[in-house]
């Protein structure tokens, strides 16, 4: 059975710091993907990693994948408090024609001025 | 272009009583996808559907839940004789093979609360 676990599952930051947010999965995966959700809101992608070694980029957020470690990571620069939200990694796990995606527990992510 | 719509946004059911929920799938995209979203079990995958194939209903926790996708588009999940621990968000999500990233898109949810 798969598990992908993310820590930490609550994170508070001060503006302007940097922080890591880790997801570790337990067995091959085709594709990693990290989500954004607000409250009362639904998920919005924010990257898919294809292989090892990816690296994707969108504003002062970074993911990365090493699917050796079978571990990604999202890297937040200089946070604002626009970026407060959970966060959720989530890895693709096809077999034959079936494709689900299975969840972290995501990380609450809340940015203080 | 339209995204992923669900319907109805929140329901408030009694225990024992039957529940649709629907899902309208971004045009063009062949598989659908459900998934329960609860508090002390994150997200859930549930059911997936592909084209005409038969769907993958591997995720549904019992014989109460069921989901049918017409027409390769609209799909509807049905929840007989709810049960408190049945209240949640039901989350659907579509894609597209044309995008070798296989993105799933969501819609906003529907809460289900039951009483």
């Known amino acids: 059975e798969l598990k992908v676990e993310q820590n930490p599952l609550f994170l508070s930051m001060q503006e302007g710091k940097n922080y890591t947010i880790y997801c570790n999965y337990s067995?091959?995966?085709?594709?990693l993907y990290w989500y954004r959700q607000d409250p009362g809101k639904s998920l919005e992608s924010l990257f898919v990693l294809l292989s090892n070694g990816a690296v994707k980029q969108e504003g002062r957020l970074m993911a990365s994948l090493d699917t050796k470690a079978r571990l990604s990571t999202l890297h937040i620069t200089a946070a604002v408090h626009d970026l407060s939200a959970t966060y959720f990694c989530?890895?693709?796990?096809?077999?034959?024609?079936?494709?689900?995606?299975?969840f972290g527990s995501g990380t609450q992510l809340t940015v203080l001025p | 272009g339209a995204g992923v719509s669900q319907s109805p946004s929140n329901k408030v059911t009694e225990k024992g009583k039957d529940v649709e929920l629907r899902c309208d799938p971004i045009s063009g995209h062949t598989a659908l996808y459900w998934y329960r979203q609860s508090l002390g079990q994150g997200l859930e995958f549930l059911i997936y559907?592909?084209?005409?194939?038969?769907?993958?209903k591997s995720g549904l926790p019992s014989d109460r839940f069921s989901a049918e996708r017409t027409g390769g588009s609209v799909s509807t999940l049905t929840i007989q004789r709810t049960q408190q621990e049945d209240s949640a968000v039901y989350l659907c999500a579509s894609s597209t093979s044309r995008d070798l990233r296989n993105i799933q898109y969501f819609g906003a949810g529907t809460r289900l609360s039951v009483l």
């Open positions: 559907f592909q084209g005409n194939s038969a769907p993958d």
């Open positions: 067995t091959t995966s085709d594709r």
């Open positions: 989530a890895v693709d796990m096809s077999y034959g024609s079936a494709r689900q995606l299975t």
